[in-house]
């Protein structure tokens, strides 16, 4: 009587394991720039949440207001997930927003010790706002942000 072989030789299975592997190993960092990205976005939400108020004084005042003043609050309020602080710079202008990252273990490597700065300046009436990084890669950025 013939028993027909069951179940997978070694060199499919081998075969199998090496398909695999070239898959994780492109998958992975693409994986890790996704996430990178998705945490720097945290910085634009928080600082879309400050933009209103600063141009709603500077409307009024002429000046920019800085922590603790017209309607902004202390930075360390404005804290989120991978942020630690959002600054405003009080003055004659530009408005700042400047937003620092939390320590390595919270956030993803790339951006441990980096900040963000959005600067806003009143053209004739119309703020515009441009967003800067120190030393972050282009890789993580939105476009937005130089």
């Known amino acids: 009587m013939k028993t027909m ?7 499919e299975l081998m075969i199998v394991v090496a398909i695999i592997a070239i898959l994780a190993a492109i998958a992975i960092p693409q994986y890790q ?6 945490q720097f976005s945290e910085t634009q939400t928080i600082a879309d949440g400050l933009k209103t108020p600063i141009v709603e004084y500077f409307n009024q005042t002429g000046q ?10 202390l930075d360390t309020s404005y804290v989120g997930k991978y942020v630690a602080k959002a600054d405003t710079a009080g003055g004659a202008g530009p408005c700042t927003i400047q ?4 320590a390595a273990g919270s956030v993803s490597s790339p951006l ?4 963000v700065t959005i600067t ?9 706002w441009v967003c800067t990084t120190n030393g972050l890669a282009t890789q993580y950025k939105p476009a937005v942000c130089n």
């Open 5 to 11: 072989q069951k179940g997978f030789t070694l060199i």
């Open 33 to 38: 720039n996704y996430i990178t990205k998705s």
């Open 64 to 73: 920019c207001p800085a922590n603790g003043t017209g309607g902004i609050a």
């Open 99 to 102: 937003m620092a990252f939390k």
């Open 112 to 115: 441990v010790g980096k900040t």
């Open 120 to 128: 806003g300046t009143n053209n004739g009436g119309t703020f515009s």
